[in-house]
Structures are given as C-alpha cells and as structure tokens.
C-alpha cells in the first residue's frame, strides 16, 4: 500500500487533466473504474453502446470509445485480444496515448506473438505498457487483500511506464519494472503458473508416499492374509497411514539437509568454492523450503493420526481383549520399567522435534523470514534444522529398539529401518563435517581460500590477487 | 519498511532546513520526536512551560510554542482537540506551514466537524494535513513492529501532503494518499473499527452455536433426566461443545463455497455477467475468507475435543465398566471388522479433511496469500476448498453410517444430520455446476458471452461489439 | 518489490549509461551480478584474471578493474575488507564514482573503524555509500523471497545514496537510509545480532524451566524413591515434562499482563502519565509479546504432552491393573457426577484457553498484526489476553480442586500452587483496576490529568496548558 511522493504529484496532476479511461466494462474493467474512482481519478469508460451504462461505477462516464480516447490519456484496454481489431479504426484518437494491454491468455503459448506485442502493432502511434494481468478483479475489489498486490510492468516507453507506475502506486499497489515490451509473453505467463517450486518437491512425496504405501501393504495386509489367513485390511485407513506419512516426512527432512551437506563435500573435493555446482544440487537447493513443508504437513498428520490411536475401535477392542484375557488367567504381567523409560523418551522425543518443527514452518512464513536477518535466518533454518533432524531420527530409533533385530516378513525390513536410510547418512556426514579439522578447511574454503592445483606454486600475493578476481 | 529516493532528497534538504516541530509532549509527541530524531531530523518541541523538558528525547529543544513554530515548516499538533483554540493566538507564527493534525476521537461522529477541519477553520493561513492518527506512539516506539505502519494522509495542499509523506517514507513507514481534507473524518473513523468485516461471520457463528446448544442441551441432556431419569449434564462441558462446534464449523465452511454456487446460479438464469448480483450476495462474497477462518477455528477446538476424550473420567469409567462386565459375564464380543473399517475410515476422513482445513488457513494468512498469483490463490481458495468441504462432509456421514434410521428423540433428528443440509446442498449443486454441459454454459457468460434476449435477434458482429462495450 | 518512479527514470538513464561494475566474483558478486542483469542492467566485473570468468553469469563481461571501474559509475565493492588496500593503486580510475561498501565483518568491534569508512579513507576522491550488506546472496539468487528484503544505505553523498537506493528498487528490494557514512559502524553489526529481542524471554523461560524441573523432580521421583522405595524416574520424560512445561507457560502469560499493571498502578501512585516509567518496566513492556509466544510455545508442548498420555505404557498398564483388580474384587466403583463435571470442566476451559492463546499467537503475525488497526490490536493483544489468563488460570484451580488442602511432601506445595501465584496476582489487580472508580482515574491520568502537586493549587486554565505542554 504504497504511494510514493512522485505518485502524488503526478496524481495531482492526472486530477486536473481529469481522466484515466477503460476500453470494456467487463469485471476487471468495472472493478479497475471503481478503484480509480476511490483514488480521486475521474473515469471515462469507452464503450460501443454508451447508454448501457447500468453497471459500471457512479461518478464515472461512458462514451464512445473516440470520446473516451479523447479525454483520457491513460487508457486501460479491458477487453479480450480477439476483439483488438477493433482498436485499428481508432487510431487517430490513440495517436501519443499509452495504452495499458492488461490481458491475459488462457494457455501459455497460446499466440506467438504476445497480447501486448500485438496491441502495439495494431496501434502503432500509442505506447503500450504491458501491466496490471497479474491483478484480479476481486483484488482490486476487495481492497486489495487477498492475493498478490503486486502489479508488474514492461514497455517501450520509459514515459509510459511511470505514468502506469504512478497510477498502481496511487491504487495502493506496489509496482515493478520488468523492461521493454519483450517481456511481454512472460508477464503473461505468469498468471498461468501453478506454484512451480512445489512440483518437485510435491512428486518426491508423491512417489516416496506411493513406494511406502505399497511396500507396507504387501508386508502388513497382504502377508498376514496369505500367512496368518486374517483380514487385516482395515488397518490401510489408519495404521498403515500412520507408518507411511512419519516414513515419508523424516525422509524428506533430511533430504531438505542432505543438498548442504553434498555442496560442502563437493567444495572440499574440488578444494574451492568457485566452482559451479551441478545443476540438479542447485535447483535442490533452490525448494528446499518447499521440501521442508511438505515433510511438516506429512509430520503434522502423523501426529494426529497418532493422538486419534486410543479412540479407534480397534485398539479399544483389543485393550479391553488383552484385559479380559489377563484377569481370566489370573495372571498379571510385571511392569517393565525399561520399556516405561523407552516409551516415554520415544514420545517425548517426537514431541520436541514436532515443536521444533513447527517453529521453522513457522519462521518461513514470508513475513517472518522477512523480519529475521541474515544470521538469525541462517540459525534458525540450518542450527535447529539439524537438531529437529536429530531429534526426529532419535524418535524412530527409539520406536524400532529391540525390533532391529527381529526377523523379516519376505525379506522386506520394516518400514522405519528404511526411513532411517537417509537420516543416518546426513546426519553422520554432518557430524564429520564439524569436526575441528574439516570444519577448519571449509570455512577457509567459504572464505575464498582455493587448493592450489598441481604443479602450480602460487605465491601468497597470487592467492590475494585470486581471491579479489 | 520504504524510504524512496525522492523521499531521501527533500529528507537531505529537511535536514538543511533544519527541523520538525511537534506541539505537544504527551506519548505520541515523544514518542514521534525519538523517531524523527533517529531519522536525522531536528526536532523541536513547542511547549507552555519549555523548561519542563526531561521526558523529551536527547537531543531536542523545547521551546515556546511561538518560537517552534518560526524554526519549523513542518509542525505535528500532538495536543487534543479540546486545546485547540489556543492555536488562534499563534496564527500569525503559523501563517504558511504545515500542521498535520494526529487527534483522533473517542467515538465515532464525536463532533459534527473532523478535527482536521477545525484545526483548518482556527488557522486558515496553515496547510492542514490529516496523518499518522492510524499509527500509535506504541508503533512508533517498538520500531514499526506491531500494528499497522501505514500513514494515511489527506489535505488540500498537495505540495503540504507530499511533505509529510516523506516524513513517513523516512521513519519506515509506508503512506497512502487519500484524498482532499473532506476525507479527515473518515481517516479520524478508522482507528474507531473494531473487525469490521468479521461482525457478520461471527453473528452467524454465534447464532448456529446458542442454536445447536440448546437443541441438544434438550435432546441429549433434558431428553434423558425426563425420559431416563438420569442426570447427564455433566456432558455439556465436553461432549456436547464437541457435537456443538463441528456442527457449526461444517455449516459454516459450507456458507463458504454457497454464495459462488449461487451466483453461477444467477448468472446462469440471467443469461449474462453483465448483471449486478443482489447486495446480499456480494457481501456475502467479501466475507467468505472471515467464514472460512471462524469455522476453521471451531474445527480446531472439535479436534481437540476429539483428542481429549480418551482422558476423561467419565470415557475411562465407561470403559472400565464394560470391559469387567465381559470378563464377568464370560462373553467376549466378536471382532467387527466392518466397524473397524468405518471408525478408521471416518477418523482418517476427519484428519485429511483438517489438514487441508489448516493449509485453506495458512494461505489466506495476508504474506502468504499475497505471495500467490491469482490462478494458485484460486487453486487453493476453491479447488483444495470444495476437497475439504467434500472430505469434511463425507467425515460426518461416515459418523452418521447406520444411525441415520434410528427413531428421532422427542421428533428431533440428531445434530450431525442437520449439519449436513448446507454442505450436501453446495454439493449437489456443485457437482452439477461442473458438469461438461453446465459449465461450458457458465464459462461462455464468464468470457463475456450473453444470451439474446427474447425478440432480439443479434448478429454476430452486434456480439462482438457487445463484448467489447 | 517496489521500484518507484523515479527509479525506474534514473534506471532508464543508467541502461543508456550502460552499466555497474562489480569487484570480486565471490557469492554475492556473483549472485547481485546476476539479479542485475534479470533487472536490465549491464554488468562489468573487475578482475585480477578477466579470462576467469567461467562462472559469472551470462551477458556480463569481465575485465580489469581498471577497464571495470572506467565503464561504470556505480562499483560494488564485494571483496573482504582485508583485501581493499589493492584499491588504493586505482585511485585515478575510481575518482568520483560510487562505492557500495557491501561487506561484513565476523564478529562486532573487530576493527576500530568501520569497513566503509576504512575504504573512504583508501579512497578519498569517490562517494562511498554503506549498503547491501544486510541482504543475503542467497536472498538475491532465490528472487528475495527469504530473509529480509531490505537494504538499509549510509553515507554522506546524497546523490551517491539515491543512485544506490535506486538500484536497490529496482531489484525489487526495498531501501531506507540510515544517515551519514558514520552509521556505517551500526549496519555493519546488524547482520551479526541473533535475536536480541528474545533473549530476555528466553532467558525468564529457561530458567523457570531448570527450577521447576528440579523442583518437582525432588518432589515427584526423589520422594518416592526415598519415602516409598519407588523407582520413578521414567516419569522424568513426560509427566515431569508434562508438569514443567504448564507451569512456565502459565507464569510467562501472567508475566506479558503484569508490566501494564505496574504501569497503572505507577501512573496512579504518581498522579500522572507524564513521569518516565522505570527502566527495566520499559524493557519489561517491549519484550512482552517475545514472553508471550515463549508461553505459547510451551502451552503448544503441554498440549501435545496431555493428548499423548492415553498411549503411554505406564498409564496402559494401570489402567488395566485397576480394572482387573476391580474385576476380581468384584467391587465396581460408583460413577462420581461431580468428579465428571469437574474433569470435563477443567479440560473444556484449557481447551478453549488454548483456542484464544493460538489466536493471540497469530494475531502477533507480523503481516496479520499489520493488518489490524491500533484499537483492534489492543481489543485482541489487552481484552482477548486477559481472558485467555483468566481461562488458564481457572483450568489450573480446577486441576488443582480438592488438592490444595492436601499435607506438602516434605513441605514443598505442590508445582501447580506456585504456577497460580503470578496469575493470580495479576488477575486480581486487574479486577481491581476495572473497577469503575479505580478506572475512571487512570483515564484521567491517561488523557492527560495530572494530580496537582501538594501546595500548588492550579487555575483550571493553567491546567489546560499544562496538557499542551
């Protein structure tokens, strides 16, 4: 919600020179009028039928598109690109106006040439101003609340561009540049876009949740109906949910702790830090957070499912059978306090790291991570990172305990013992990674100190030189 | 957190000019003067008695309010309405600067003038500015931390408010235009709202809640002390808020997504979009995201509800009881694998359900959601949205299952059965929207598409021109 | 993102300039090299070995840094401070340029003179402009999505700052300038602080925690063991986790609404508002929402440590031992209606106190507290607040119950008696303040009142001025 001071001026100065003007009076065209409306500026709509003016905001004008090009010198085109013919009768009116081509394309790639682009060439003497697509209507409408605020604009004409700057600014939007006109086909594809980060990261818990599924449902369902002959498949809906959701989410932890571990390795291998990394490390690198996420909802579910354990029928049935069974015997089973100490641990455990976890989902919300600097981020993301990894692993080491040991159904270890795989190895490597000497070489590394290669002494004023290239 | 580089220039000339002034040293006038003061501004302080100056910043001068007033272009009036008139005596001292009036009132429509334009009627030779009365000195202190950071300003003097905007960009605070001194009053109502977009949603809340209450306080409580004899009111505190709170929280996440139903309903009967639709339907529209969050925090405390059955006294009584009854009786009751597949099926159902309820609440969390474009903030807002309502609807039928049949209480069908009224209704209605048919419908008008009205015979060209009108 | 106007102008202007120079090839250089191309800039790095340039992104050239430095008006200095005195040999070539001091250091006061002070002094005939540091390489590369977003600039050329600021907006970065080149010293320790805010509160928290946990470890696991003979450690992981983490959590919220009762009670005792509160009450008030969230975090623990305890072993195994003693005795016990309505009750009011307490929690949101006005956020963090106390409060006598009258082991009350005394405290002095006469002279107070000092008889008039003062 800015609106710097050249925007005022500027602003002060559209007042007098009266009007924006709006080609269309659909939704964006209606809802762009009011909220110009609300900022102080008059509005002209152009229109083919100007007395069908029932619908667009009181207090602004509908007319003939001539009439509208004539009084405004902004003029939003709020109307689809397969009706921008129409603009070509208008071009005397449009001579020196900018245009602004908010539109959008329902597919990427839809047209070769961009909406934008093509506006241009049908308008030749106008400057076109590719802004405002990445905007909806309801944004606009709502007071610009929900969704993004943000209003990207690229052009030919630097003029151009800062009058459309000026007019977001005094929205209370915040404004961007993007360049020339070129740009076009990108912002325009923008909108289109479906959270691109989250695909991978997405697919990895897709496929790992699918593996497991079907892994567990062999070794839980499936073997004990051709084994022991018992329908089990009521535990697909719960228990088996509840192993593969914590698999999946420790598995992705640590894979979201696994890229930092692989760059330093790499650094120390190749005895420098100006050596690109291989491109999937870096995109790896690059979702991370979303990894992490992801690995958090999977975490946040197997708490539920656990916390739901007691009220299920299941477990009550089988409680109340075990009781029967004992009070019938006579017998009365000692209290282990061994396994009251793992048990416990084993919870309190996943609790801590649960919490911790929680506090880094929490501190990559945008205004957080926002408000955090540099090292704080940094401490938080990678320091209680780790230890929520360690935590994490220790809970599934403490729930497998003794079971390490116990023979496997068909050859398939089970479930936990291969979530641990990835854990170990991280955190194991991390553990070598801090360790004085290594430590030591690393940070040099990260400082820019490089190996000397083979056969070449460099001098200490050589290394200076170096490190300043 | 903005300081924009015009703002940075008239800063560097402020700073040649020399000083701020600020008449009044109450908690707001302090707390102003430490913030200028770090921002690198001369503050002066116009006081009574300037020798009573150890509550002011180190740094600034206190003075007499006629002298402030000549070393200052810029002058806060941090003083109540109330001592106005003493401004009188000073107008000649005042004569061409800037006053920006801070006063805010303590109620709504307190005095029939804005206190900016009484302020403007005492001093007419002074530029009045209406600002910073949104931001409190708590803001200023803490470091913009809490609390809005954004200056509203308003004034006639255009040169007069893009002073003080760049006295806002200085101290890190954002500044918003709205406007000509008329709007004073306005900007004197805001900090006197109090949620004004969550009043309907909590009526609403509020109602179903007192209503579902004492339905079943006479259905499962008076119901069984008549009938049974038996005193059950011990249930009001958990058992019944956890029958309360979901019935509410579903009927309400379905109040969501039923006003898009009705307006594609709408829009479909009147052949257009190009139709207002009724102005219960559009407020109804603007608080969805409000409905949303109030339901989600009723499913939230149904899942601790939930979660904390198994620990309460009268669960572990019952429990108790039924399993010695068995092992007295010698009975043991079979194990129903249909019951275990329906319990698990209806928790499992229950936790999805909640933990796409909780990412619809992340995502409308203003960083998050600002942080999307519009296309994954629909994605999210009515796609992940109508797989929650399905899934939480599917939830409570699963709880439903067999006791659908069973004979009503006093005529009175159980709580679960009317929470399904409203969800099963958005998707029916849902379901047949999205049919090929149907929506193709719905998606020509959306694109602009109208139907003929009756006698008229359009030819295509008309269309297309409609289109663009 | 904001790139206002007038940085899009001057952008402008630079494109025909041509180009930034950058020094260094490291991380940032690299990375702000590559930003700056995304934002259409042209890049020069200088370079000790221009032919190095494998990794520099595509489309900028790497030369000398004497060729660099004559190409480009704005040179980004991203080398460590320990190599700068190379700069001093392109005195000539670097005369009337602008430097961007983008370093940091390793830790606070590791040098006597700041990093930009000391280039200043290397280079005297260029404008050295304090920036950039605060930014992260990774928040470049990743689209500035992470970790702060803002570039704080010092120095003491106005217009070397504004060509500095102007880049930083066209980044999408957003700028504030922190003064003359003499602030340099405080931004470059910015990057180094870790949560300065939250040690305080963490502190408070960690050391109630070590006392309580000791406290109660005598009392639970010592005593038994020394009175009884039992072996009770295993309770250390959850029950005593389960006892400290309430405690805390309860004392830390009474903490947050006790610094505001002192402040009341001191403005009363004084007879005014305009006496300075005492220091560490300020330091109190400014760390109150940091307390808050801490007690929230543990309230979040206590939570998750109670909904676990049905699935313990230890709590398993007596429930079945009670129930097959019950079963052999053939004894059933009789179902208590009061122990119900007391259970329940004292669950219900945690529950709904926890409900309020998440709600708290996200209201102190930076963007969500940002979207409240001032009198929203005092109704939510003052009014809101104290009823979740009092909910907590009320669940903790009620836990309590028939308890308090029980003989002390080895004279230590039970933990939760001292987790009630702050609450209490505080809660009763509230009920105090609210009280109507009580209220109404803190108003006065609060509106500017002052109790007239003994022997001093003020004129209304003089009053009135007075407030002005």
Same mark, same amino acid.
């Given at each position: 919600?800015?609106?710097?001071?050249?925007?005022?001026?500027?602003?002060?100065?559209?007042?007098?020179?009266?009007?924006?003007?709006?080609?269309?009076?659909?939704?964006?065209?209606?809802?762009?009028?009011?909220?110009?409306?609300?900022?102080?500026?008059?509005?002209?709509?152009?229109?083919?039928?100007?007395?069908?003016?029932?619908?667009?905001?009181?207090?602004?004008?509908?007319?003939?598109?001539?009439?509208?090009?004539?009084?405004?010198?902004?003029?939003?085109?709020?109307?689809?690109?397969?009706?921008?013919?129409?603009?070509?009768?208008?071009?005397?009116?449009?001579?020196?106006?900018?245009?602004?081509?908010?539109?959008?394309?329902?597919?990427?790639?839809?047209?070769?040439?961009?909406?934008?682009?093509?506006?241009?060439?049908?308008?030749?003497?106008?400057?076109?101003?590719?802004?405002?697509?990445?905007?909806?209507?309801?944004?606009?409408?709502?007071?610009?609340?929900?969704?993004?605020?943000?209003?990207?604009?690229?052009?030919?004409?630097?003029?151009?561009?800062?009058?459309?700057?000026?007019?977001?600014?005094?929205?209370?939007?915040?404004?961007?540049?993007?360049?020339?006109?070129?740009?076009?086909?990108?912002?325009?594809?923008?909108?289109?876009?479906?959270?691109?980060?989250?695909?991978?990261?997405?697919?990895?818990?897709?496929?790992?949740?699918?593996?497991?599924?079907?892994? =567990? #449902?062999?070794?839980?369902?499936?073997? &004990?109906?051709?084994?022991?002959?018992?329908? !089990?498949? @009521? +535990?697909?809906?719960? %228990?088996?949910?509840?192993?593969?959701?914590?698999?999946?989410?420790?598995?992705?932890?640590?894979?979201?702790?696994?890229?930092?571990?692989?760059?330093?390795?790499?650094?120390?291998?190749?005895?420098?830090?100006?050596?690109?990394?291989?491109?999937?490390?870096?995109?790896?690198?690059?979702?991370?957070?979303?990894?992490?996420?992801?690995?958090?909802?999977?975490?946040?579910?197997?708490?539920?499912?656990?916390?739901?354990?007691?009220?299920?029928?299941?477990?009550?049935?089988?409680?109340?059978?075990?009781?029967?069974?004992?009070?019938?015997?006579?017998?009365?089973?000692?209290?282990?306090?061994?396994?009251?100490?793992?048990?416990?641990?084993?919870?309190?455990?996943?609790?801590?790291?649960?919490?911790?976890?929680? =506090? #880094?989902?929490?501190?990559?919300?945008? &205004?957080?991570?926002?408000?955090?600097?540099? !090292?704080? @981020? +940094?401490?938080?993301? %990678?320091?209680?990172?780790?230890?929520?990894?360690?935590?994490?692993?220790?809970?599934?080491?403490?729930?497998?305990?003794?079971?390490?040991?116990?023979?496997?159904?068909?050859?398939?270890?089970?479930?936990?013992?291969?979530?641990?795989?990835?854990?170990?190895?991280?955190?194991?490597?991390?553990?070598?990674?801090?360790?004085?000497?290594?430590?030591?070489?690393?940070?040099?590394?990260?400082?820019?100190?490089?190996?000397?290669?083979?056969?070449?002494?460099?001098?200490?004023?050589?290394?200076?030189?170096?490190?300043?290239?």
């Amino acid at each position: 919600m800015k609106s710097d001071s050249v925007a005022m001026t500027s602003l002060a100065g559209e007042r007098k020179q009266g009007t924006v003007g709006i080609f269309g009076t659909g939704d964006f065209g209606r809802s762009l009028g009011l909220r110009l409306l609300q900022a102080g500026y008059e509005v002209v709509f152009g229109s083919r039928d100007p007395k069908n003016s029932a619908l667009v905001a009181k207090g602004s004008k509908v007319m003939t598109h001539t009439e509208a090009a004539q009084m405004a010198q902004v003029i939003f085109i709020a109307v689809q690109r397969d009706y921008y013919d129409f603009l070509t009768s208008l071009t005397p009116a449009l001579e020196g106006k900018v245009l602004v081509d908010i539109s959008n394309n329902l597919k990427r790639g839809q047209f070769p040439q961009s909406n934008a682009e093509y506006l241009s060439s049908l308008v030749p003497g106008a400057s076109v101003v590719k802004g405002f697509n990445t905007v909806s209507a309801w944004a606009l409408q709502s007071g610009a609340l929900d969704a993004s605020r943000q209003v990207l604009v690229c052009g030919d004409d630097p003029k151009a561009k800062q009058a459309v700057v000026d007019i977001a600014h005094s929205l209370g939007l915040s404004a961007q540049d993007r360049g020339s006109l070129g740009a076009a086909g990108e912002l325009e594809d923008i909108p289109l876009q479906l959270f691109p980060n989250w695909r991978l990261p997405l697919l990895i818990a897709t496929g790992l949740t699918a593996f497991f599924f079907f892994y =567990l #449902l062999i070794r839980d369902v499936f073997y &004990s109906y051709v084994v022991d002959g018992k329908d !089990r498949s @009521f +535990r697909i809906m719960i %228990s088996l949910a509840n192993k593969v959701f914590p698999i999946v989410s420790l598995t992705m932890l640590a894979l979201c702790y696994l890229p930092s571990v692989l760059a330093a390795i790499l650094q120390l291998y190749n005895g420098t830090k100006y050596k690109r990394f291989p491109d999937w490390l870096d995109r790896w690198m690059l979702c991370r957070k979303q990894l992490g996420l992801v690995a958090l909802a999977l975490a946040f579910l197997h708490v539920i499912y656990t916390l739901v354990i007691p009220i299920r029928y299941y477990v009550k049935y089988k409680i109340a059978a075990s009781t029967i069974s004992q009070s019938k015997d006579n017998v009365t089973k000692p209290f282990d306090n061994t396994m009251a100490w793992r048990e416990d641990s084993y919870y309190s455990l996943g609790i801590l790291g649960f919490g911790l976890y929680v =506090l #880094l989902g929490i501190t990559s919300l945008p &205004s957080v991570s926002n408000a955090l600097n540099w !090292r704080e @981020f +940094r401490f938080v993301q %990678s320091k209680l990172g780790h230890v929520t990894l360690l935590f994490c692993t220790a809970h599934a080491l403490l729930y497998g305990w003794d079971k390490f040991l116990r023979p496997y159904k068909w050859c398939m270890p089970p479930g936990y013992m291969l979530s641990l795989v990835v854990p170990c190895v991280v955190l194991v490597s991390k553990l070598i990674l801090i360790m004085p000497c290594v430590d030591c070489a690393i940070t040099r590394i990260r400082q820019g100190w490089e190996r000397p290669t083979k056969g070449t002494a460099l001098s200490k004023g050589t290394t200076q030189q170096r490190l300043m290239a």
